[in-house]
């Protein structure tokens, strides 16, 4: 099990950033709150996949706290954190992450992310028990609108993955997105 004092810290710290990120957010565009994902994600490593299963599910919950103002061409982007989840039976990663996301125009967007990914991950081999980790994550998405109103929905495809855990968590996600 993760260790609870790293959980804790962990929810902490993003309340944190939110609260300071608040006021800066009442003068910026309608574009700012939260977004909600949810799909699969599929581990490139086939021992992974043989030890687990080939899909997992994948979960984020982010927050926009900044947005910048279109510029000539339309481009703008925002600013924001993100908690999700993903796994498979006995291993999962929670990364949180900082994330830049870029608008190209009204239907094509992109998504990177930095932070920690609190793993519970597979000790040496693929058999033999767990072990609790804290390590590096990332995330890269490309994203489609199809709805760009009141509450956008939009299909993201990306990369994600945790340095120093032998690429377990490592892997392509697909998976619907809300904002609201």
């Given at each position: 099990?993760?260790?609870?004092?790293?959980?804790?810290?962990?929810?902490?710290a993003l309340v944190a950033t939110l609260?300071?990120?608040?006021?800066?957010?009442?003068?910026?565009?309608?574009?700012?709150?939260?977004?909600?994902?949810?799909?699969?994600?599929?581990?490139?490593?086939?021992?992974?996949?043989?030890?687990?299963?080939?899909?997992?599910?994948?979960?984020?919950?982010?927050?926009?706290?900044?947005?910048?103002?279109?510029?000539?061409?339309?481009?703008?982007?925002?600013?924001?954190?993100l908690v999700g989840y993903y796994g498979?039976?006995?291993?999962?990663?929670?990364?949180?992450?900082?994330?830049?996301?870029?608008?190209?125009?009204p239907q094509f967007f992109y998504r990177?992310?930095?932070?920690?990914?609190?793993?519970?991950?597979?000790?040496?081999?693929?058999?033999?028990?767990?072990?609790?980790?804290?390590?590096?994550?990332?995330?890269?998405?490309?994203?489609?609108?199809?709805?760009?109103?009141?509450?956008?929905?939009?299909?993201?495809?990306?990369?994600?993955?945790?340095?120093?855990?032998?690429?377990?968590?490592?892997?392509?996600?697909?998976?619907?997105?809300?904002?609201?």
């Amino acid at each position: 099990m993760m260790h609870k004092g790293m959980l804790w810290m962990s929810a902490l710290a993003l309340v944190a950033t939110l609260t300071v990120a608040t006021p800066a957010s009442a003068q910026e565009t309608e574009l700012q709150g939260f977004t909600v994902s949810a799909g699969v994600f599929y581990p490139t490593k086939s021992a992974v996949r043989k030890a687990t299963n080939d899909v997992w599910f994948n979960i984020n919950l982010g927050y926009t706290f900044q947005t910048s103002e279109p510029n000539e061409s339309g481009y703008y982007y925002d600013l924001g954190v993100l908690v999700g989840y993903y796994g498979s039976d006995d291993i999962y990663n929670i990364p949180v992450l900082a994330t830049l996301t870029g608008y190209v125009n009204p239907q094509f967007f992109y998504r990177a992310g930095l932070g920690i990914g609190f793993t519970k991950q597979f000790r040496t081999g693929f058999t033999g028990g767990t072990r609790n980790e804290t390590n590096f994550a990332y995330m890269v998405e490309l994203g489609y609108n199809f709805n760009t109103g009141a509450t956008p929905i939009s299909l993201t495809v990306g990369y994600q993955g945790v340095s120093g855990a032998r690429d377990q968590f490592t892997g392509f996600t697909v998976g619907l997105l809300l904002r609201f």
